[in-house]
């Protein structure tokens, strides 16, 4: 009986310690988690190089405060293991690396301050750079380049023969315009927008930027900065500025109250697109005003005649959202533009007013569909 019980006692003990070492196993499998090393500050070498991008021109310029990201392995996968910006003059480094295995991508904003109305253009690596550390530093310079249209979205305000294969849409009235220049040759920063904007050929071919057609207005004598006697068409210096002529002080002259945009080609560029265009305003009348005459302002170009100059304008497609009324809806698309013009340099405007900086324009535009049809 004492021989059969001790081997009882030994069964039962052996078997507790092999489910307990079962459990603690079971455990430790659960919640184990890998670090992996890849910097060592005194054996690690550097990653380094020169970071560019393709301007509108097509020439590779410094993408300062670019975002460099470095993975483990040969392509993206989980979090980067190290982050750092391209300084001012596009230069990045990335030191203390192990020798191993890594993927190299990078993003840039043009309007980033690292150092989008259009919250600035990017550009990436496509798909990215695959390296192989070993034992010394490495130099792996960056071209980022234009990120492919992935949407097939076909849009125009109208259905002529030549868009038969776009859906009609129409303008919608919560498009906005606004501007800011610099006043009276100082930091000052003078805002604002006209409540007269429109435009009035739209052809969006999503995939296809060489199909895309813009051209749209703004009436001058619309203007608005916030200050009625400012804006005021009768004697307002702003009217004046922007060589608004009037018969009397309740009606300007048309044909110096109208400034327009026309695209002339458009191509891809970064995630957004690039409208080259031309922006035809500003006649002047030899006496510098009709109503009252001002010879003030000292405008030294052509008279009689709209002057139209090249400009270059970003934009981008935001996307379309759903606007439900009751039992309707609509599907609005969105745009956000903007573009620089010098209104001294290029439209001989000397008034005090404005600086000798550029003119910031930016277009917020909303195109809405038929009304219950899907797009």
Known sequence: MKKMNVYRIMS???MVALMFSLTYCKKETETQTVTVTVHDTLKGKAISGLVTYPDYTGTAAQAKGAVINLYVGSSVSGSPV????????????LPYLLPGSYFLTAKYNT????????????????????????????TQNIELVNQAAVGTLKIALDTITANQSYRKVSWEIHSKLDFAF????????LPGGFNVFEVTEFVFNEADPSAIKIDGYVLLSSVNTFEPV???LAGGCVRKTLCVDTLDEFTAVPETDT??????????????YLAHGILKSFYKHPTGGIYPA??????TGPFNAMIE???????????????????NYNWAFIFEGQFKFNPKADYYISSSHIGAGDVTVNLHVQMKGATNTEY
Do not use: C, Q
Not at 294 to 299: E, K, M, P, R, S
């Open 182 to 189: 610099p006043d009276h040759e100082g930091g000052a920063i």
């Open 259 to 272: 400034a327009t945009f026309r695209s002339t080609s458009v191509e891809k560029y970064g995630d957004g």
């Open 111 to 138: 309007e980033n301050t690292n150092y989008r109305y259009v919250n600035g253009v990017n550009f990436i690596t496509d798909p990215g750079y695959a390296i192989t550390m070993g034992s010394s530093n490495i």
């Open 12 to 14: 039962i003990t052996m």
């Open 230 to 232: 400012r804006d005021a």
């Open 82 to 93: 190290a982050t750092t910006f391209a300084d001012a003059n596009g230069s990045y480094s």
């Open 294 to 299: 001002d010879t003030t302002l000292g405008f």
């Open 309 to 327: 100059k090249p400009v270059d304008m970003y934009f981008v497609y935001e996307g379309k959202t759903k606007w439900i009324s009751g039992a």
